[in-house]
């Protein structure tokens, strides 16, 4: 496909259990980010990568959430223990940086909901 | 990192015109302004991105006074599928643009 996917598009889980959330960007897209929508509200900075450089973790809320993006390609988004209040959209974007235009294409997001 | 501020919600007849200000009063001076817009259930998509004065495409207008410390998005005649949240950012061309804020809910009304 030509845009951004994710995988699953819906994630029910249990207290205290870890997920793993995938984003596959655009090829040739060399920054991906990640962000957390709550229900009815903005959209939440966590991580960013940008080609081999160290990614900004900036954003990650706590310890129990981290990222990798392997290849320079897939990412994934992994929180651990998942609490309650985890649950929200998690949408990832890539884009090529440094473009005048410099547009985020976004994903359908995973939407996490922990019981 | 520069952060905006724009209404939380708007409401707008169809086929008005509406106006979005959204305040940037940190803007650096590498900086573009970009909108995105968001339809329930789906990822923000783009809409416009500036560096001064004005901008126009087939969506909308953006107007960006000499000081860049706001911006206004204008979307000529709205229609009920306009209905969406609008969200302005700052950043630069490193890709440090990702501050989104809450937004501007826009509701169209019949």
């Known amino acids: 496909g030509a845009g951004v996917s994710q995988s699953p598009s819906n994630k029910v889980t249990e207290k205290g259990k870890d997920v793993e959330l995938r984003c596959d960007p655009i090829?040739?897209?060399?920054?991906l980010y990640w962000y957390r929508q709550s229900l009815g509200q903005g959209l939440e900075f966590l991580i960013y990568f940008q080609g081999n450089s160290a990614p900004d973790k900036s954003g990650l809320p706590s310890d129990r959430f981290s990222a990798e993006r392997t290849g320079g390609s897939v990412s994934t988004l992994t929180i651990q223990r998942t609490q309650q209040e985890d649950s929200a959209v998690y949408l990832c974007?890539?884009?090529?940086?440094?473009?005048?235009?410099?547009?985020?294409?976004f994903g359908p997001g995973t939407r996490l909901t922990v019981l | 990192l520069a952060k905006t501020t724009q209404p939380i919600s708007m409401d707008s007849y169809e086929g008005q015109e509406v106006n979005i200000t959204c305040s940037h009063n940190n803007i650096a001076t590498n900086d573009y302004i970009t909108w995105y817009q968001q339809f329930p259930s789906q990822g923000p998509r783009f809409i416009i991105q500036?560096?001064?004065t004005k901008v126009t495409n087939e969506v909308a207008s953006l107007f960006i006074p000499a000081d860049r410390k706001s911006s206004t998005l204008s979307l000529p005649r709205v229609s009920l599928s306009d209905t969406a949240v609008y969200y302005c950012l700052v950043g630069g061309p490193r890709g440090n643009q990702f501050y989104f804020g809450t937004g501007t809910s826009l509701t169209v009304i019949p």
């Open positions: 090829s040739g897209h060399t920054a």
């Open positions: 500036g560096y001064k």
């Open positions: 974007a890539s884009k090529i940086p440094g473009l005048l235009y410099d547009t985020q294409y």
